[in-house]
């Protein structure tokens, strides 16, 4: 066969590809600019003191779009089970609860910390160490997910991070 031949009998199997992979760049664009517009900062997640089993995580999320998005899971590695939760006052005390969806709006930025939203993180599937960092894994209701990494801290060291007015709320 000679390559005249073999090219003119594969010149549609390329352009098909490059059509596809032109259409796949497109969508994969799309889809990464709507998640640039979520972004972590600062996410933590506190070593399990012995015996405990349960620990807390802590992060930022800005949302820089246009129009408001709802978090409605978020997974991180080597964790068995992550809650969403939220302190409130009810009647002069504070009461933890579980948040199953959370809306962050359009140019608002949201801060998981002590004494207001936070993770609940449960079932270590190993021991985890300070300094160690975790994939963590947000995921919203119009199908997006954002990765980032998590630092493992210690009680001690979130203390010391902690404003003076916010350090009679670190219990957990």
């Known amino acids: 066969m000679s390559f005249k031949s073999l090219l003119t009998m594969l010149t549609p199997a390329i352009l098909a590809m490059g059509l596809y992979s032109s259409a796949l760049l497109a969508h994969a664009d799309h889809q990464h600019d709507t998640v640039n517009e979520i972004v972590v900062n600062n996410a933590q997640i506190r070593d399990f003191?012995?015996?405990?089993?349960?620990?807390?995580?802590?992060?930022?999320?800005?949302?820089h779009g246009d129009t408001a998005i709802e978090l409605t899971k978020v997974t991180v590695e080597s964790l068995g089970r992550v809650e969403i939760h939220e302190h409130q006052h009810v009647n002069g005390m504070?009461?933890?609860?579980?948040?199953?969806?959370?809306?962050?709006?359009?140019?608002?930025?949201?801060?998981?910390?002590?004494?207001?939203?936070?993770?609940?993180?449960?079932?270590?599937?190993?021991?985890?160490?300070?300094?160690?960092?975790?994939?963590?894994?947000?995921?919203?209701s119009n199908?997006?997910?954002?990765?980032?990494?998590?630092?493992?801290?210690?009680l001690e060291s979130q203390i010391a991070e902690t404003p003076q007015s916010q350090q009679h709320h670190t219990h957990h």
Not at 109 to 121: A, I, R
């Open 94 to 140: 504070m009461k933890m609860q579980k948040v199953d969806t959370l809306q962050i709006k359009a140019n608002q930025q949201l801060d998981f910390k002590p004494g207001g939203y936070h993770l609940m993180v449960f079932e270590p599937k190993e021991p985890l160490k300070i300094g160690q960092e975790l994939k963590l894994t947000l995921y919203f």
């Open 49 to 63: 003191l012995p015996g405990s089993k349960s620990s807390a995580g802590y992060l930022t999320l800005v949302n």
């Open 143 to 154: 199908g997006d997910r954002v990765f980032t990494q998590a630092s493992v801290v210690s």
